[in-house]
């Protein structure tokens, strides 16, 4: 159980660095066409992380 909890902490905290990664590859303009701002990218991630 605690190695099964452990795997899902590191995929969360992976895809959550991967969707930082690549939003943050994007220009401000890129960002505003799907309404996203800077700021917006943690919080996005975070969902995105733990949704999937």
């Known amino acids: 159980m605690i190695l ?4 899902r ?3 969360s905290w992976r ?6 990664r690549e939003l943050s590859r994007l ?3 890129e960002l ?3 309404g996203l701002s800077r700021g917006d ?3 996005v991630a975070w ?3 733990h949704s999937a």
């Open 15 to 20: 895809r959550y660095h991967q969707s930082v």
């Open 41 to 43: 990218i943690p919080h």
């Open 4 to 7: 099964t909890n452990l795997i």
């Open 32 to 34: 505003a066409d799907i």
């Open 47 to 49: 969902d995105a992380a």
């Open 9 to 11: 902490l590191v995929r």
């Open 27 to 29: 220009d401000d303009r």
